[in-house]
Antibody, heavy 124, light 107 residues
């Protein structure tokens, strides 16, 4: 059974940094692209970033480009999201999710399953 | 970016009702459209992928249809556990985008 578990969420001041981690098990981690999706309190879902199975290719939402970095350690089966220059609008539950394919694109792709999420709160 | 819209934003229904949720993309996305269900305080779960394919283990009362820009999610007969929020998501191109969601609650 595929299992994803996020960690690292915390309360951080605006302008601060935080690194999220997602421990994966139950599948061949290096064969699956992975993504981070976030959900602000009471709001909808927003895709944040995705990375290919081998880690060579990554994609970002415009709102986090240049501030967030997605990476992975395929030897440890861990996905990361390094977040810098955090803003109040980054406050959200961050979900780690597995993608169908080894790449973030092509189009025949979806998010399944999802971890339970970790809360990031950006506030002074 | 591809914009996704959903209607209605919320609806009230009774157990046994037939429910239809509509999702529209701002440009053609072929059938690269997925549906997720989310209950309060929990992570989303995949229901339908590629517009009309039911994920294994999802009850057959859920179905999806559509192609191009217009899609629907139908629950043929609402069960108590189906009261939740539903999101469509396009996988045609990055950035992947979600609809704003439809909340189904008890009438």
């Amino acid at each position: 059974e595929v299992h994803l578990l996020e960690s690292g969420g915390d309360l951080v001041q605006p302008g601060g940094s935080l690194r999220l981690a997602c421990a994966a098990s139950g599948f061949t981690f290096s064969s699956s692209a992975m993504s981070w999706v976030r959900q602000a309190p009471g709001k909808g879902l927003q895709w944040v970033a995705g990375i290919s199975g081998g880690g060579a290719s990554s994609h970002y939402a415009d709102s986090v480009k240049g501030r967030f970095t997605i990476s992975r350690d395929n030897a440890k089966n861990i996905l990361y999201l390094q977040m810098r220059t955090l803003r109040a609008e980054d406050t959200a539950v961050y979900y780690c999710t597995k993608m169908l394919n080894n790449v973030v694109v092509p189009a025949y792709n979806w998010f399944d399953p999802w971890g339970p999420g970790t809360l990031v709160a950006v506030s002074s | 970016d591809i914009q996704m819209t959903q209607s209605p934003s919320s609806l009230s229904a009774s157990v046994g009702d037939r429910v239809t949720i509509t999702c529209r993309a701002s440009q053609t996305i072929n059938t690269y459209l997925n549906w997720y269900q989310q209950k309060p305080g929990t992570a989303p779960k995949l229901l339908i992928y590629d517009a009309s394919s039911l994920k294994s283990g999802v009850p057959s009362r859920f179905s999806g249809s559509g192609s191009g820009t217009d899609f629907t999610l139908t629950i043929s007969s609402l069960h108590p556990e189906d009261f939740a929020s539903y999101y469509c998501q396009q996988s045609y191109d990055t950035p992947f985008t979600f609809g704003p969601g439809t909340t189904v609650d008890l009438k």
